[in-house]
């Protein structure tokens, strides 16, 4: 039998990979999940025994929590609920449903007043 104070609790062991996940953001790095094309901000979301582990800010989920899903990104952020969450959305482009039919439009400009 070991003794007790070689072997860590579970919290401890929690705190260390918390910690270490947190270390590898330190330098504000964004997020990106596996090998999703999408970056996310970064935001520090409550993880097992009350431990604070960087997500997406979004709150996108990631699959069984598992500390390795994520990993850094040096790219800008694309996710448009984490740009929406920090207010640096990218001006909306509306695009239209149907484009006009060009023989429309002229009959419509000529109709309406037209000389």
Known sequence: MQESGS?????EALATI????????????NLRVRSSGIVHEVAMTKWFADERMP???CMVGVSGWDPA???????????RRCLKLTHTDPAREQLELFAPDPDQASAEDTAGGGT
């Open 55 to 57: 997500g997406p800010a």
């Open 69 to 79: 899903a994520a990993h850094p990104d040096r790219g800008p952020v694309t996710c």
């Open 18 to 29: 918390a910690a270490a996940a947190r270390a590898t953001y330190a330098d504000g790095s």
């Open 7 to 11: 072997i860590p609790s579970l919290h």
